[in-house]
């Protein structure tokens, strides 16, 4: 071969090739790390009205108000896993993972809300799903509540209702009843933030708009109901099946928009006010002060005879302290903080009103498809670090973490989302972080709340114009796959997708340009020389 064609061979080569410090350092998760991926009931299952299953506050609002989805879609069908659990299974071992993390529908259990009927088909499916699962190997990792509340007992007040302690507790116990023989990692809520926040300005279901009074109300009941189910499995279910409870909290992580002590104070407030709101009555006792003290006084300020912020007994602290045997979180992105602009819109009382912060992103982050998503690992290794400072470095469970596109398969962007994220993992665990493992979400498309279809989060793609709903792996599952079996991220891995279903109005990816660009110009260096 002419000297030329080599040179213009070995350029070619070179430049079609990514180089990164991650890749030549080649760090490594501990080899005790546990990898797993993510779902919940309402979003995948579907048979929403099938094998005795009864209405849940998600059934009830997207039926009767579908306008609060952007798509004005609902949970019915979904991705119909109630059908498609073993797929579901053998997506689970392609890629690799140690956990399966799931929620059980409440209403798919207890159809009325209440024990006096168990549901044996309810009950039939998930015990399918969860011995097809061991018989592999995988641990079910089983979220008691996410979100999907029975409507009747919403018609009772819902969280805002102490007596709900009574009823969650009952439900729980059937659970561990049922399936505690085989279930050995518990968490009693998804994300009690979200929760609270349907009963706060009513954008989540089950749409109270009680801002300033509602979300407390249920924060309150919530973190009761938690503290006694953990002791009930503690006193009657782990000695006899071992395993671990615990519950989900999740937060962006919430930087300082400027080096001033006001900014620097109003990330740390809105820290305290998303996560300490639940993170520190478990792990510290009580609300954090901030919201004490804050509340307290803009209660009276407001003409309240007492703060909005329901006060525990010394009992009650004694009782929800300590209770979760790991530190679970989930989170996505980050914001810039400041405090709140004097011309705000907040309402007055309101949970945003106490808090008092200003929430803006950098324009230079990443964005997704999701317009509150911004990508941002720094942010990912600052919010483990302050864990870690905040709560005497618990073991942390990243519980879910992940990215939104807007469809199609070769999702080059999630994978990029993935590889920077566990890298700040990473930095995070050489510096001393307790973080014992990564779930990732999520396992397939499926119902994003009030984004409906619209948003995508899954590594497994769902064909919604099929009535089956097949799935087929992006190009995300295949990198994620690596990952688990090395135990490390290659910077220079970029696999292609089971098949390749452009995201609707896609051209060309960047790399794929990229790609064509170089062949043409050395085709052309090439014949010429």
């Known amino acids: 071969m002419h000297p030329s064609k080599i040179f213009f061979f070995l350029l070619f080569v070179i430049l079609n090739h990514e180089f990164t410090t991650s890749e030549t350092a080649k760090r490594k998760f501990p080899s005790d790390f546990k990898w797993g991926i993510g779902t919940s009931s309402y979003q995948i299952e579907g048979a929403w009205n099938e094998g005795g299953r009864g209405e849940s506050i998600w059934d009830y609002i997207t039926h009767t108000n579908p306008n609060k989805i952007r798509d004005k879609s609902n949970g019915d069908t979904t991705a119909d896993s109630y059908r498609n659990w073993r797929r579901d299974v053998e997506m689970i071992r392609e890629l690799g993972v140690e956990i399966y993390r799931f929620s059980m529908s409440w209403v798919r259990i207890l159809p009325s809300g209440f024990p006096d009927s168990i549901n044996k088909e309810g009950v039939e499916y998930y015990n399918n799903l969860i011995d097809e699962l061991l018989k592999y190997n995988i641990t079910p990792m089983v979220t008691i509540y996410h979100w999907d509340l029975p409507q009747r007992l919403q018609q009772i007040g819902g969280w805002t209702n102490s007596k709900m302690i009574d009823y969650y507790i009952d439900f729980s116990r059937v659970m561990f009843e049922l399936f505690g023989d085989r279930i050995k990692i518990w968490s009693t809520f998804n994300e009690p933030y979200y929760i609270c926040q349907g009963y706060e300005e009513g954008f989540m279901a089950p749409g109270v708009d009680l801002p300033g009074i509602g979300g407390y109300l249920c924060g309150h009941t919530i973190l009761k109901a938690h503290a006694e189910v953990v002791h009930m499995y503690r006193e009657e279910f782990q000695p006899k099946f071992g395993g671990q409870i615990g519950i989900t909290f999740d937060s962006s992580w919430l930087e300082p928009l400027t080096e001033s002590d006001i900014d620097k104070e109003a990330a740390e407030r809105g820290l305290q006010f998303f996560l ?84 803006t992103i950098d324009p230079n982050w990443p964005t997704s498809g999701s317009d509150w998503l911004r990508v941002y690992p720094k942010g990912f290794y600052n919010l483990l670090k302050w864990i870690s400072k905040t709560y005497d470095n618990p073991p942390v469970i990243i519980t879910e973490s992940g990215v939104s596109d807007r469809g199609g398969t070769n999702d080059t962007e999630r994978i990029k989302y993935f590889y920077s994220y566990l890298d700040a993992t990473l930095d995070a665990i050489d510096e001393g972080c307790n973080v014992t493992g990564y779930i990732a979400w999520s396992l397939m498309d499926s119902f994003e709340w009030l984004a409906g279809y619209i948003e995508k989060f899954g590594m497994y793609y769902v064909d919604y114009n099929d009535p ?33 279903i452009p995201a609707p109005g896609a051209g060309l990816k960047l790399k794929e340009m990229k790609f064509f660009v170089f062949l043409s110009i050395f085709a052309t260096l090439y014949f010429y020389f």
């Open 276 to 359: 300490g709101w639940f993170a520190h009555p478990i792990f510290k006792g009580n609300y954090p002060p901030v919201m004490i003290e804050r509340i307290g006084e803009l209660s009276k300020q407001q003409g309240f005879t007492e703060s909005r912020l329901p006060t525990f007994t010394e009992a009650e602290i004694d009782r929800i302290v300590n209770t979760s045997d790991y530190f679970s979180i989930c989170s996505y992105t980050g914001n810039l903080v400041t405090i709140a602009k004097p011309n705000n819109t907040y309402k007055v009382p309101s949970f945003l009103h106490d808090m008092n912060i200003g929430r």
């Open 468 to 500: 089956k709903r097949p799935r087929y792996a992006k190009a995300s599952a295949r990198a994620y796959a690596e990952i688990v079996k090395t135990g490390q991220i290659n910077w220079n891995f970029w696999p292609d997708p089971e098949i390749y």
